[in-house]
Nanobody, 126 residues
Framework: QVTLVESGGGLVQPGGSLRLSCAAS????????IAWFRQAPGKEREAVSC????????YYADSVKGRFTMSRDNFKKPIYLQMNSLKREDPAVYYC???????????????????WGRGTQVTVSS
């Protein structure tokens, strides 16, 4: 069974940092595009970052460029999202998603992803 599990969410003050992890079971990530999405209450799910299998590039939403860093050590280890300088507009449930090879519909299009985790909550509050 293919599953993705996110962890690392929590409560942080504005300007603080968190590191999210996305671990896979039932498959290895070497043939997948991996992305982070987030969804705040009452808002649509939005793309945050992606490591593209197709071109090997890492993509970021404009809203997180310079503050968030997506990385992975190798295909057998979790994928990370280092979030620095967190702002009051960053709170959301953060989801990890995987697409075989890809991305085929644009890295920021959630419809293209085959597998999703259940999410981890990020709260920014003083």
């Amino acid at each position: 069974q293919v599953t993705l599990v996110e962890s690392g969410g929590g409560l942080v003050q504005p300007g603080g940092s968190l590191r999210l992890s996305c671990a896979a079971s039932g498959f290895t990530l070497d043939h997948y595009t991996i992305a982070w999405f987030r969804q705040a209450p009452g808002k649509e799910r939005e793309a945050v970052s992606c490591i593209s299998k197709r071109d090997g590039r890492i993509y970021y939403a404009d809203s997180v460029k310079g503050r968030f860093t997506m990385s992975r050590d190798n295909f057998k280890k979790p994928i990370y999202l280092q979030m620095n300088s967190l702002k009051r507009e960053d709170p959301a449930v953060y989801y990890c998603a995987a697409e075989v090879l890809g991305p085929t519909m644009g890295w920021d299009n959630s419809a293209g992803y085959d597998y999703w985790g259940r999410g981890t909550q990020v709260t920014v509050s003083s």
